[in-house]
């Protein structure tokens, strides 16, 4: 079975701070993807990356940066949490090729204060 | 972008009965792909079941089934035999060949399944 594993499954921050989520996943899985979910919004992609060094904007990548140094690991780093940056992260990954189907992580969280 | 739409914001449906979750798409495309995945109050995020565009053939797993129709872009959800298990977030989500590997999701449909 694939598993995608997120370093926290709450975390509460201080406006200002530098807040670093880390997504890992076990099946060499090409692709990997940040969501953020919020309830009457559904998902929305944050950003996403086909390969090792590379990464891709998705719908709403303002605030965020991400890092993928290796390829199971896919970080999402906001560098100066704000409120409106309060919500649930999910991140996931996909085998690539003719597969398309995303696994997710239990998701992270994130309260803002 | 594609739109994916779920009109229904919230459902409930009785234990061992069958509810039906609607979703419908925008797009130009002809080869893409549809999923429904399932989100249990603070579980993990599941695939569902997965249609494939070129076929004709309604996917079926167990209890879920979908009904797709293509000319109309709909791609509905039944549930049959509803367990209490089967409470939680359903989203809609849209996959074309053009676009990588990124899904499109709908905002959600929360099902509640009562005794």
């Known amino acids: 079975d694939v598993k995608v594993t997120q370093s926290s499954r709450y975390l509460v921050k201080r406006t200002g701070e530098k807040v670093f989520l880390e997504c890992v996943q076990d099946?060499?899985?090409?692709?990997m993807f940040w969501y953020r979910q919020d309830p009457g919004l559904g998902l929305r992609l944050i950003y996403f990356?086909?390969?090792?060094?590379?990464?891709e904007k998705g719908d709403i990548p303002e605030g965020y940066s991400v890092s993928r140094e290796k390829k199971e690991r896919f970080s999402l780093i906001l560098e100066s949490a704000s409120t409106n940056q309060t919500s649930m992260y999910l991140c996931?990954?996909?085998?690539?090729?003719?597969?398309?189907?995303?696994?997710f992580g239990p998701g992270t969280r994130l309260t803002v204060t | 972008a594609q739109t994916v739409t779920q009109s229904q914001p919230e459902m409930s449906v009785q234990e061992a009965e069958t509810v039906t979750l609607s979703c419908t798409y925008d797009?130009?495309?002809?080869?893409?792909?549809l999923f429904w995945y399932k989100q249990p109050p603070s579980r993990q995020m599941i695939l569902v079941i997965r249609?494939?565009?070129?076929?004709?053939q309604n996917a079926t797993e167990n209890r879920f089934s979908v009904n797709f129709q293509k000319a109309a872009k709909s791609f509905s959800l039944k549930i049959s035999d509803s367990q209490l298990g089967d409470t939680a977030m359903y989203f809609c989500a849209y996959h074309s060949s053009n676009s990588g590997y990124a899904l499109n999701f709908g905002k959600g449909t929360s099902l509640l399944v009562t005794p």
């Open positions: 996931a990954s996909t085998l690539g090729g003719t597969s398309y189907e995303q696994y």
């Open positions: 797009t130009s495309e002809n080869n893409y792909y």
């Open positions: 249609q494939e565009a070129y076929k004709q």
């Open positions: 990356s086909y390969d090792v060094k590379m990464k």
């Open positions: 099946m060499d899985h090409e692709n």
